[in-house]
């Protein structure tokens, strides 16, 4: 259940911190609120991974790859230039 929540507030901060550069572009480098976001919902997923792993049966698989999925975005948000 922890992994499955701090998953889920992962996903919305790192939608927000998308949703905030896209609404205040700037000039090419990201706002300073979509950083703290990026930090804050990668922290999550980090937090959120060994916890997957403890879960059950496919709910374990699916926590996993979702959780995979959210570093490869995380790591496309740091590398965005």
């Known amino acids: 259940?922890?992994?499955l929540v701090a998953m889920t507030l992962s996903i919305v901060?790192?939608?927000f911190a998308m949703l905030y550069w896209q609404q205040f572009p700037g000039s090419g480098k990201p706002p300073e609120a979509t950083r703290i976001a990026?930090?804050?919902g990668f922290g999550?997923?980090?937090f959120s991974l060994p916890f997957s792993v403890l879960a059950k049966a496919w709910t374990r698989v699916a926590l996993v790859l979702c959780g995979m999925g959210l570093m490869g975005f995380y790591?496309?948000?740091f590398a965005a230039p």
């Open 75 to 77: 790591f496309g948000m």
């Open 38 to 40: 990026t930090l804050a």
């Open 13 to 15: 901060t790192g939608a």
């Open 44 to 46: 999550l997923g980090v």
């Open 1 to 3: 259940m922890i992994g």
